[in-house]
């Protein structure tokens, strides 16, 4: 992946595992290398505090160290004290009081931002944003995709309303899986051997595209050219992490 970022002229890059740091020091070496800066974040799954069954997505970003301590503890915990089923949550009140060093992306239409505007709970869509909004202040961004999945435009044209409603900066981001899209068929086998499915299977989730792959700069910037706030966002963001001399 880092040999294709340097080959693209990307100057950063993320790395955000669910709920684990397991690809991060291999990403180290290899942006170090490249003289890529690696931004280190996780993506967390977050219990719903009104369904505890249900759980939403959030992206967490190092913005310093104080943060990327709190991350290792966030990841720890949710191991330790947030299983469900065998796997990883955490809960909002160890987000809150784990927010320091952190800036958090809203997890897009699976976060509980976009899963409240999808369902029609626009009062409780406001409610969220209040929150995070509150727990990192100038550190929260609405984050959004377009890589050909059900229900992204609808969750698009929603989420730009309700950030401007409350001057929340929107990001543009690329949910990458594999590097070109010739390699989907390949992604949907490692996924199907991870399930225990076949690629066969009526029942298996679908939940991935072919168009997620690692885009290039020019073409996210033509993906995004109606929203272009969305697309500058990016490099401030990376401008506001640091370069990681060490881990």
């Not at 490249?34 to 369904?51: E, F, T, Y």
């Not at 899963?115 to 409780?124: K, P």
């Not at 697309?231 to 506001?240: G, L, V």
């Amino acid at each position: 992946m880092m040999a294709r970022v340097a080959e693209l002229g990307m100057p950063a890059v993320a790395i955000t595992d669910h709920h684990n740091f397991f690809g991060l020091v291999k990403a180290y070496k290899g942006a170090s290398a490249l003289g890529i800066k690696l931004i280190i974040g996780a993506d967390l799954h977050v219990v719903d505090p009104i369904d505890e069954e249900r759980h939403h997505e959030l992206c967490l970003l190092a913005q310093n160290e104080a943060g990327y301590h709190n991350l290792m503890v966030l990841l720890s915990r949710a191991y330790q004290q947030g299983q469900y089923l065998g796997r990883p949550r955490v809960r909002l009140d160890w987000v809150r009081d784990h927010a320091q060093g952190l800036i958090a992306l809203s997890g897009g239409r699976q976060g509980d931002i976009g899963q409240a505007l999808l369902h029609g709970r626009d009062s409780d869509a406001h409610a969220a944003l209040t929150r995070w909004l509150e727990w990192f202040p100038m550190r929260f961004y609405l984050e959004i995709q377009r890589t050909g999945r059900a229900d992204e435009e609808d969750y698009l044209h929603a989420v730009v309303a309700l950030a401007g409603d409350y001057d929340c900066p929107v990001v543009a981001t690329n949910d990458v899986r594999f590097m070109e899209a010739e390699e989907f068929e390949a992604h949907e086998a490692r996924v199907c051997i991870g399930d225990g499915r076949t690629l066969d299977d009526p029942r298996r989730l679908r939940a991935y595209s072919e168009q997620q792959y690692l885009r290039s700069a020019e073409e996210m910037i033509a993906l995004f050219a109606d929203i272009l706030e969305a697309i500058e966002q990016p490099t401030e963001i990376a401008r506001r992490c640091p370069v990681w001399t060490e881990l």
